[in-house]
Nanobody, 121 residues
């Protein structure tokens, strides 16, 4: 069982930056791939970034590639999402997830409660 808690969301102007954190419980954090997803009002939850258990492999959709960076510190049981050059369309609730990995929600068994990111124009 893994419990995930996101933090770091907030209100930022377009072009600004935010860093999200996801703290995980349990002693098997490094055995899980981790991911970030987001959900805007009235839209499906969409994939944002993923990272392997070791942290050596990462991948992103084109919508955030070059602007967002996912990383993890297995010694601290924490994952991060550095978001730069934010756009109003990045506004959403951001969720972290743990599981087998990939870009599909089906690849993740554990989810956090979400943190709101709002980007003003």
């Amino acid at each position: 069982q893994v419990q995930l808690v996101e933090s770091g969301g907030g209100l930022v102007q377009a072009g600004g930056s935010l860093r999200l954190s996801c703290a995980a419980s349990g002693r098997t954090f490094s055995s899980y791939a981790m991911g970030w997803f987001r959900q805007a009002p009235g839209k499906e939850r969409e994939f944002v970034a993923a990272i392997s258990g070791s942290g050596r492999t990462t991948y992103y959709p084109d919508s955030v590639k070059g602007r967002f960076t996912i990383s993890r510190d297995n010694a601290k049981n924490t994952m991060y999402l550095e978001m730069n050059s934010l756009k109003p369309e990045d506004t959403a609730v951001y969720y972290c997830a743990a599981g087998a990995g990939g870009s599909s929600r089906n690849g993740y068994d554990y989810w956090g409660q979400g943190t709101q990111v709002t980007v003003s124009s």
